[in-house]
């Protein structure tokens, strides 16, 4: 297999695509497997996949954070490549934010709670780039991952109410065989607090096992996962949730499937995990 061609430039894209519309895998590089089921979907279900390689300096709160990222786009490309993608779109940051560029999307309510709370900016930062690189590419279909959700469902609100091209699809999370949610930042994470993070999935599954047996309580049902992540002195919960799936504001009780979110703090590494809670019979 060839590696997919890299363009740096929207004109360039445009060229390539000769007037396709592809399917669109943004990210800022670093791919790992959970990346590649995104890609491999779009190759599955567009003429074209291309794969956005942008290291989004507004969605960075700390700019030191923003130096450090890792930019491997050699290696990027020929993951990319293999699982299906026939284009890098790798633009230069020109490109994305020309001289004088002095929009920010913001979109409200969403993006407040949670990760907006400790990342002030970040969200902003997000949908700016997104809103920017569909209107550059302007695809038949774009594939975010389930992992990051509250930017999946700020992404689902900007795209409908911009009417941006295109469709939004959300992919499920991607698991290492313990049930670790796979993200770039799980490098960082030590050898021994590597093996501790299972105890986020594991957490969260024990409430989705308690909600299908019946429980609708959801105090109840945060109880159950705040304990088994107490069982591992070293993690601290930032937040453990359930949330209406598409609002992210609590609930309180367990009627309608809802989402549970968390972000966990492990060896200074901020882990983010969510899974669906369906109401089952007692
Ligand atoms: O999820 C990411 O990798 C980024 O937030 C995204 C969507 C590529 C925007 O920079």
Excluded at 2 to 26: E, F, M, W
Excluded at 46 to 66: E, K, Y
Excluded at 72 to 81: M, N
Excluded at 140 to 147: C, I, L, Q
Aim: glycine letters at 8%; a negative charge.
């Amino acid at each position: 297999m060839t590696d997919p061609r890299i363009v740096t430039s929207v004109t360039g894209l445009r060229d390539a695509l000769g007037g396709i519309a592809p399917g669109l895998v943004p990210t800022m590089g670093a791919l790992h497997e959970g990346h590649a089921e995104l890609i491999a979907r779009s190759a599955s279900e567009t003429p074209l996949t291309v794969v956005s390689v942008f290291v989004n300096p507004s969605q960075f709160n700390d700019p030191a954070d923003f130096e450090k990222y890792p930019r491997t786009l050699e290696t990027d490309a020929a993951k990319a490549g293999a699982a299906g993608a026939s284009l890098i779109f790798a633009p230069a940051s020109h490109e994305i934010y020309p001289a004088g560029f002095a929009t920010t999307v913001i979109v409200s309510g969403l993006t407040e709670r949670w990760e907006g709370a400790v990342r002030p900016g970040h969200f902003a930062g997000v949908a700016t780039v997104v809103s920017v690189l569909l209107n550059a590419v302007r695809p038949a279909r774009s594939y975010f991952g389930e992992k990051d959700y509250q930017q999946l469902q700020m992404i689902r609100r900007m795209h409908a109410d911009l009417r941006l091209p295109g469709e939004i699809v959300g992919c499920p999370t991607v698991r290492s065989c313990d049930g670790l949610a796979l993200s770039s930042r799980n490098a960082r994470l030590s050898p021994q607090a590597r093996g501790d993070a299972a105890v986020v999935p594991a957490a969260l599954s024990a409430m989705q096992q308690a909600a299908g047996s019946g429980v609708r309580d959801v105090a109840r049902l945060e109880a159950i996962g705040r304990d088994r992540i107490a069982a591992c002195p070293a993690a601290e919960i930032d937040y453990l949730a359930v949330v209406d799936p598409a609002t992210l504001e609590p609930v309180a009780q367990l009627d309608m499937p809802a989402r549970v979110i968390t972000a966990v703090l492990l060896d200074g590494v901020r882990l983010l995990d969510n899974m669906e809670l369906r109401p089952g019979q007692a």
